[in-house]
Structure formats: structure tokens, C-alpha cells
């Protein structure tokens, strides 16, 4: 392992995209079918374009007090049908806590437990989400501009898309009448997650 020096960055896509060692990831609306709710509204939308619902980066610091993971994630505002805009949602693969920081725009954190039980915690700017192991978390961007949060936790925990692809969170973000509303996901089934 080597030891890296100490080193300042800004909070901002541009700084993290100039940043040595730092992996881009783009997600598109192809690329999340298996998430959004509506499968209709996203064949509709693919049928003329594919826009990018969010990107981030991504880098670790690795040294001989067991390193960390650091990344910065921009999800562009927009709705998806009436669902907004969100990321795919993970579970961590092994123990592994994470603290969320938000830097700028609205949003909500999901957050659900294997055994499905469902908590949402709103993100606005200079708040920190803590995310306790074996929560499995989404972040959902809810205002008119993009959300933009940094993310920390520990090297090597590992991500799992796939039982969110499959089971989905009990709670969907949608636009309603007068504004953003938390409903129950009609295709949640609970019980315990895989
Ligand atoms: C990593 C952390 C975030 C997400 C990022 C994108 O543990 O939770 O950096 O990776 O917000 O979300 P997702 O669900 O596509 O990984
Ligand atoms: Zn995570």
C-alpha cells in the first residue's frame, strides 16, 4: 500500500474530473430500465434520446490506517414519467458505513434494510447523511437544478445493484400536485431481499 501525501479539492465536478486516479462513471436512462418504475415512460423517452441522469467520480486513498473512498455524484434534475430523477441504489457487499455530504441542490435519501424495512431523509445543502451498514442507499433528486453530494467510506466494501434491480425500495419519489411525494412502490414485495 502506499502512502499518499495530504491534498485539497473543491467540491466540484470539474475539480474531481481533473483529479489523477479518479474514475468517471456516467449513468444513462439505457443503462437504469431495470430501476425506474415506469417502464413505459422509459421506452417513450428512448425512443428519441438518452440522456445522462447522473455521473460521478470516484477515488481512493490508499494507506498503511486502512485508506478511503471518496466520490462526488451530480444527478441532473428531471423526471422520468412523474418519478424523479435518482441513482441506482446499491447495497454494500461486505460491512461498510458511509457518510453523504450535500453540497448543493434538493433532494431525498432512501434507504431500506434486507428485510425491507424503508427510511427517507431529506439532502439539503451543509447537512451530512450517516448510512449504517446494511442499509442499502438511493439518492433522489427532487429540485429544479442538479443535486450535487460527496460520499466517504471505506476501500473495498463492494456494491450490489442487482437485488435493487430486482426487488426495487419501498418507497417511489414522484412528482404530485404540489410538489415531490413519497408513495409506496405498487411492485415492492418485502420479505427478506437475497
Ligand atoms: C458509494 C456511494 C456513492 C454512489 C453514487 C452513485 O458507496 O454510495 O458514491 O456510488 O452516488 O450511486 P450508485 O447507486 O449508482 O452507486
Ligand atoms: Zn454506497
Redesign the pocket.
Known sequence: MSIVSPFRLALEPEAFQLLGGCTE?L?RLSDMRDFFADEQAVERVLTSDDPVI?E?W?GECESSGGGV?Y?L?RIHPGTVGREYHM????F?TKDGD?I?VVVEGRGLLLLQTREGEGRTVEMTPGHMVY?PTGWA???VNTGDAALI?L?I?PPG?G?D?GT?ARYGFPQLVVQGADGPMVVRSPSFQGGLMG
Open positions: 462513471i449513468r447522473y460521478f470516484k473512498s466520490g455524484t441513482t441506482k441504489g446499491h454494500h458511509e453523504y448510512v442507499h438511493r439518492t453530494f460520499s467510506w466494501v456494491h445493484y435493487v
